[in-house]
């Protein structure tokens, strides 16, 4: 069981907007440790979308954009393309029993 | 661009060890926390372990404390993962990532990581 909690899977159609959650605790997002998020498009490695809970390294779509408030995080895909099919995780770093970098379980987005 | 190149991969039988390799080019290597991090076959990513640039600290995920060493040769621009007693459990694919920002958590660059196989 991952340390941050996302949706299993999120849908929406093309050119609608999706929120992907991402759900920690007093230890990692809440005790003020940045969230950034990975986009996995499947037989691919990890890439980074989102650092620093809400920049956008070059070359990532303006459509992506992320948020984080309390022991929360968002990533928001606005105008959905089918090439944005893909999963998505967040990741932070907790600092409860010992130091450790932490992942959510990942969402798989579905373009209808 | 940054490249990382994961090899020392494949098929290993319950108990076993492999180590892991990894090499990076076209960035100061020596001066990058570095962390390796798996995926399971059809699962989420999870965090393994992590060096800082030095040497001087390592961090690992609970399930392979003890039976994980990772470390690095700046000279040689490598990191590697040493494994040993592995299980079935510890089948993924690994993936060599550089890790950047506060806390050195944010993880810019990663490899096309190499597939790891416990099986008897």
């Known amino acids: 069981q991952s340390v941050l909690t996302q949706p299993p899977s999120v849908s929406g159609a093309p050119g609608q907007r999706v929120t992907i959650s991402c759900t920690g605790g007093?230890?990692?997002?809440?005790?003020?440790?940045?969230v950034h998020w990975y986009q996995q498009i499947p037989g691919t490695a990890p890439k980074l979308l989102i650092y620093?809970?809400?920049h956008r390294p070059s070359g990532v779509p303006d459509r992506f954009s992320a948020s984080k408030s309390g022991t929360s995080a968002s990533l928001v895909i606005t105008g959905l393309q089918a090439e944005d099919e893909a999963d998505y995780y967040c990741?932070?770093?907790?600092?409860?029993?010992?130091?450790?970098?932490?992942f959510g379980g990942g969402t798989k987005l579905i373009v209808l | 661009e940054v490249k990382l190149v994961e090899s020392g991969g494949g098929l290993v039988k319950p108990g076993g060890s492999l180590r892991l390799s990894c090499e990076g080019s076209?960035?100061?290597?020596?001066?990058?926390?570095m962390n390796w991090v798996r995926q399971a076959p059809g699962k989420g990513l999870q965090w393994v372990a992590c060096?800082?640039?030095?040497?001087?600290?390592?961090f690992y995920e609970d399930s392979v404390r003890g039976r994980f060493t990772i470390s690095r040769d700046n000279d040689k621009k490598a990191l590697y993962l040493e494994m040993n007693s592995l299980t079935a459990e510890d089948t993924a694919i690994y993936y060599c990532?550089?890790?950047?920002?506060?806390?050195?958590?944010?993880?810019?660059?990663w490899g096309p990581g190499t597939l790891v196989t416990v099986t008897s």
């Open positions: 990532v550089r890790a950047v920002g506060a806390k050195a958590s944010e993880l810019d660059s």
């Open positions: 076209t960035f100061m290597f020596g001066s990058f926390r």
């Open positions: 060096i800082s640039s030095g040497s001087e600290k390592t």
């Open positions: 007093s230890s990692n997002i809440g005790a003020g440790y940045d």
């Open positions: 620093e809970n809400r």
């Open positions: 990741q932070s770093y907790d600092v409860g029993l010992t130091e450790s970098v932490i």
